[in-house]
């Protein structure tokens, strides 16, 4: 292992509750949860809640009797300001480091590669310092020769907050080994509940365990993915800093603010969900060949009639025009819509992305020549002014907006809400 060629993962600790924290001082050391979409679940926890044993991801509703009786502070999720705290802590790594691959939004990998010279950890810990005084947003810093490495020294850094200082180091074959064995098979990268069962089976519990399984037999009962991830943590490099800034697919999912009934209503949805994407695909310079349409009952609700379906669509050609994609996505909803049942989720994803100057040509299907210059009206129309052009199919006097009945204010993105100090 040489030190001065290194992977860092750095985390932002409980990322939006933390941003909630930096322009309310009130909410430090008090237990805060802030909820998804619509205020259904849990998707960030403070330390504090943690110990509760409230698991990440939990309906409110079943934790509503446990939140009430330790107080616990409940909160919209607030994206324009999470957003905005993300670009901030992301602008500050570039000061350190060339090579940053974005993987999240609260969380970056660094390659240290040519820091022959350097006192990594410390320099690590001079990273960590400067966000926290610039934002006030506490991360952790795993660091190791590979990039799964990094995420279990990520996790022991955190785990280990106080000797470590939030930043750890896997820079011998001795911290290696320890490390693994100090890590369970659910700390490796990508592994989920499903795997480590299968592991467990095999008597693998750690993650160290898993490094020492035969190789062939994670090729054969495995996909090349967990191979790489063994190689890896063994201390073998395979996965290097991805900068690939376009997405391999794109998708606009939502759950309602109330359920739905009417086809509609759910085809008004839709094609708003159907827009989004398809501007996100024009943003990137992208088509797409392949749709995928969701709608879902309330699954929460037993008492209720249940259907999910997902509609896979085939394009007849790549695109990226609102005009093809809606009216696909139109035809899909018409047939997997079933009256009587209230959809309280639907979604749209786009898959089987291509450069729109490097798309496959079909000989027989064409698009239309003029949908590239009409979206590129629509959407600068729409970039000046808002969102004021829309398809016939999205209502223009119903005002959809998401149930966020505990939304602080947008600190950093609106303007009425920036804090005056007097």
Known sequence: MYIYYMFALIDC??????????????LIDKPVVVLSNNDGCIISRCDEVKRLGIPMGAPVFKYRSVLDDHGVEVLSSNYPLYADMSHRIMSILKRFVIDIELYSIDEAFLSFHGFENYDIYSYALQIR?????????????????????????????????????????INSELKRIKSLKHSSVNDIWGIGRRLSKRLEDKACYSAYDFTVLPKAWIRSNFSVVESRLQQELIGESVLKLDFRKNKKSIATTRTFEKPLKELKHIKERAATFVVACAEKLRKQGSVCNIMIIILRSNFFRKNLKQHSAIKIVSLPYSTNSSLVLNSQAMHAIDQIFINGIEYKKAGIIVSGLSQINNCQLNMFDQEDPRHHNLMNAIDNINFKYTDKVKFGNQDLKIKWKMQQNFLSPQYTTRLEDIINVI
């Open 129 to 169: 310092q400067t966000i926290f005084r610039w934002t006030g947003i506490p991360t952790s810093i795993g660091i190791a020769p590979t990039k799964a490495l990094s995420k279990i020294a990520n996790k022991l850094a955190r785990r280990y907050a106080i000797e470590t200082k939030d930043v750890y180091i």
């Open 13 to 26: 600790n409980n990322f939006y509750v933390s941003c909630e924290r930096v322009f309310n001082p009130k």
